[in-house]
């Protein structure tokens, strides 16, 4: 009998531990969403959105959006690619880090182009005495076309 309750008390504990494991694994390796097809909840020019981050950053944050701005600069590594939104003549930029399904998107775009972008505001850096400008960070970015 105590024997049996052992058994028992193990295929529990296995059956357990087993469950966790496809519970973390499922959230570990959920896909995002593809906000490709989304219509943005909000829409600014570069200049207007900086100005909008001075003042108001509440609404914005883990918001989709889209954004029109210069091409300030496109970084790429190994799989990633990221475009700063801005001009070399103020510090303040948007930064979008593109949306991996989406890259192929970006391929045809330069620094200089203008370009409109759209996905989540994941982070913004408010720097009150505008030494080094501010910036507002994007992810799961896509293009935008204007409707």
Request: include cysteine; proline fraction near 1%.
């Amino acid at each position: 009998m105590m024997k049996n309750n052992k058994r028992t008390f193990a295929i529990i504990a296995v059956a357990i531990v087993i469950i966790s494991i496809s519970f973390v694994w499922e959230y570990v390796n959920k896909s995002t969403k593809d906000y490709s097809q989304a219509t943005p909840e909000s829409s600014y020019d570069f200049a207007s959105l900086i100005k909008k981050i001075e003042t108001d950053t509440t609404q914005l944050r883990n918001h989709l959006i889209a954004v029109n701005g210069h091409i300030k600069m496109i970084t790429k590594d190994s799989d990633n690619v990221t475009i700063e939104l801005g001009y070399d003549s103020i510090m303040s930029s948007i930064t979008c880090q593109i949306d991996k399904r989406h890259v192929a998107d970006f391929k045809a775009l330069n620094e200089g182009n203008i370009v409109g972008i759209k996905g989540i505001v994941s982070d913004m850096t408010i720097d009150p005495e505008s030494i080094f400008g501010n910036t507002l960070q994007m992810t799961y970015c896509t293009i935008h076309k204007n409707k």
